[in-house]
């Protein structure tokens, strides 16, 4: 995988140098504008050509280096705070179970299944904000960050339902009803095409995968065949961390995507499992066989497993 990075490195830049030197040429001989018009028209064309040639893996990766290097700038996550801003465009979609849903929700939200959004996935709105909510908002950190990079405007409620201590009205809205007779997106790009596919993919196999989730029970048996890693801070892996666990603060991940093993699945983790969950969704895009611990190292050390 790392070669075929390198490769891609390369094809781009020689892109960027036919077009400098296109120019430098011009210049320098003083051609004629049609030209050196010409020249620039023949560098566009070779540029496009080259992003044409890139694979839906390459996509994919691409995709998630971009993802993980505004992390540092923003992790699309809404406090109390924050909610306040939310108007009638946002469409709010909970994916707690339907009973606690008609329960108590927030005010408008659309009741969805994990299920329901790999199915529906082309028919949200592109062109409004998404909220998505869970529990303890660690599943709609997952699905956020995976519609995300599917082009949708996704956020998620920090701390899920179990945490918000504002408004709420009895659940009665359904994401189905909603989007009945919607408009299939078209896509502008084969780049958003590609990655909204990744998207249906990744979310149908985590219908069959648990959500990609595991508890701190499962990952204690299985932790021998996975590949541990902490996001958290550095002060924070120094203190204590999972059994074997590597650092990658996820602000860094971006950079370092191509040191991570792709013969091993991962296990992300951070404090809660808000972050970490990201932080999985986004592997698992760029190409990753990867998880995250639910409930974060916080669980992990609830239930008195072992800490380095």
Request: one cysteine or more; a negative charge; charged letters at 25%.
């Amino acid at each position: 995988m790392e070669k075929e990075k390198g490769v891609l490195m390369m094809k781009r830049g020689w892109s960027v140098t036919f077009v400098s030197m296109g120019l430098s040429v011009g210049l320098l001989f003083g051609c004629s504008d049609d030209a050196e018009h010409q020249n620039e028209e023949e560098a566009a064309d070779d540029t496009m050509e080259e992003a044409d040639q890139l694979t839906e893996e390459e996509i994919h990766w691409n995709s998630g280096v971009a993802y993980f290097n505004r992390m540092p700038m923003t992790r699309y996550m809404l406090d109390a705070e924050d909610m306040s801003e939310i108007t009638e465009e946002w469409l709010v979609v909970d994916l707690r179970d339907p009973s606690d849903f008609e329960l108590q929700a927030l005010p408008d939200a659309h009741h969805a299944s994990w299920q329901d959004v790999a199915e529906r996935l082309a028919s949200l709105p592109q062109n409004e904000p998404v909220l998505w909510v869970s529990a303890d908002g660690q599943t709609a950190s997952m699905v956020m960050a995976m519609t995300r990079m599917a082009g949708l405007d996704s956020y998620v409620l920090a701390g899920g339902m179990e945490n918000w201590e504002g408004g709420t009205e009895k659940g009665s809205k359904w994401l189905e009803d909603e989007l009945t007779g919607a408009d299939v997106v078209r896509h502008d790009s084969h780049e958003s095409e590609v990655m909204m596919n990744r998207a249906e993919g990744v979310l149908s196999q985590g219908i069959e995968q648990s959500l990609f989730l595991l508890s701190p029970d499962e990952l204690n048996e299985k932790l021998d065949e996975l590949y541990v890693v902490d996001t958290r801070s550095e002060a924070d892996y120094q203190s204590s961390h999972l059994p074997g666990a590597h650092h990658y603060p996820v602000a860094d991940l971006g950079l370092s995507m191509g040191d991570l093993p792709d013969d091993k699945p991962l296990m992300v983790y951070c404090y809660s499992g808000q972050t970490g969950a990201q932080a999985a969704s986004v592997l698992r895009m760029a190409g990753f066989d990867a998880y995250s611990l639910k409930g974060g190292m916080g669980s992990w050390e609830n239930d008195d497993f072992e800490i380095e």
